[in-house]
């Protein structure tokens, strides 16, 4: 199996991995664009209260996201963190390319299971996208071991897609099959219209597991637009996936539904998971005071979460809730 290089630390000592996806997912969705600067400090402070994987943004034209034009100094910077994990998305060969050169870990493709929307948003046709899949694996094969990044196909609009509504089973399946064939390590998916609901979450990745193995689906992307975000989350760690991406306050909101998160909140995901017993080696109260970064450099932004509102319950803490547990 390739890609075996992702460091120690992003899988040892924790139950779930909790990839922070807001530099990219959420930068890219605020108008505003955040200082070089600003971003590095909001990457040290979440990788020193825990977060073992961040995606730290994406390689697009900066014509196209000027948000994220920093994308290769961002990654330069996050390698000198020892532990964390640097994701990229990458929309094509040419931003597989710069990902590999700035030597980001982690590189994921995303394929709208609906052609409709991979038209209109990478203007490109199924069978390009898994053409393009099968060259950057080809690039990747041609690099010494140490140097491969870990590469994930992500199957986007997975529940629903906003132009073509429910995608069929087989197209889905047939994609999947399709970028594991062009030879990535693994597929992911992704609720990008917020459709999904906790059953469709079980159905679906019942359905993948089948179709490509369960070591090759094992993270979700899930956004909190009509309030499923937690419940959805907790329906894929039923079916035994293990990283779950999420955006801290749910940066970059919904602009389909205003007054809602677009990911789901990191914030009130360690919670839950660090409630439930699953270490994910997250301090909480370090992570919340993250949003300061935020809240200064983007004010009027909205941020989102019960967690930093509501607070932690007494006598809790991560630690000490799984004494309680062991204990019990
Ligand atoms: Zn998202």
């Not at 991979?118 to 199924?126: G, Q, V």
């Not at 469709?200 to 979700?220: M, S």
């Not at 419940?231 to 894929?236: F, I, R, T, V």
Request: net charge negative.
């Amino acid at each position: 199996m390739q890609g075996l290089d992702i460091p120690d630390a992003a899988i040892s000592g924790i139950d779930i991995l909790v990839s922070e996806v807001g530099p990219r997912d959420g930068l890219q969705s605020v108008s505003q664009i955040m200082p070089t600067e600003t971003k590095k400090a909001w990457i040290n402070a979440e990788a020193a209260a825990g977060v073992r994987e961040i995606e730290v943004g994406s390689f697009v034209p900066a014509s196209i996201l000027p948000q994220l034009a920093d994308t290769a100094e961002i990654v330069a910077h996050a390698l000198t963190i020892p532990g964390l994990t640097v994701a990229v998305l990458v929309p094509n060969m040419r931003g597989a390319v710069a990902a590999i050169e700035a030597g980001a870990h982690k590189i994921t493709l995303p394929l709208s299971v609906s052609e409709t929307h991979s038209l209109r948003n990478l203007r490109r046709t199924h069978d390009q996208v898994l053409a393009e899949a099968k060259e950057i694996a080809g690039l990747i094969a041609t690099l010494p071991a140490e140097r491969r990044p870990h590469f994930e196909g992500s199957l986007s609009t997975a529940f629903g897609c906003t132009l073509e509504g429910p995608i069929p089973d087989a197209q889905i399946a047939r994609l999947a099959e399709g970028l594991m064939a062009a030879g990535c390590d693994e597929v992911g998916i992704s609720d990008t219209t917020g459709y999904a609901d906790p059953a469709a979450v079980k159905r679906l990745i019942a359905l993948l597991h089948g179709v490509v193995g369960v070591q090759a689906l094992t993270g979700i992307h899930l956004h909190n637009t009509r309030g499923l975000g937690l419940a959805n989350a907790l329906a894929a760690l039923d079916c035994g996936l293990t990283t779950l991406d999420s955006s801290l306050g749910g940066l970059g909101g919904c602009p389909f539904a205003p007054g809602a998160s677009g990911n789901i909140v990191t914030e009130d995901l360690v919670f839950m998971l660090e409630a439930m017993g699953l270490r994910t080696g997250i301090d909480i109260d370090r992570l919340t005071a993250v949003r300061d970064i935020l809240c200064r450099a983007m004010p009027g932004e909205p941020l989102y979460g019960f967690i930093p509102d509501a607070g932690l319950p007494l006598g809790f803490n991560t630690a000490g809730a799984r004494r309680i547990k062991e204990a019990s």
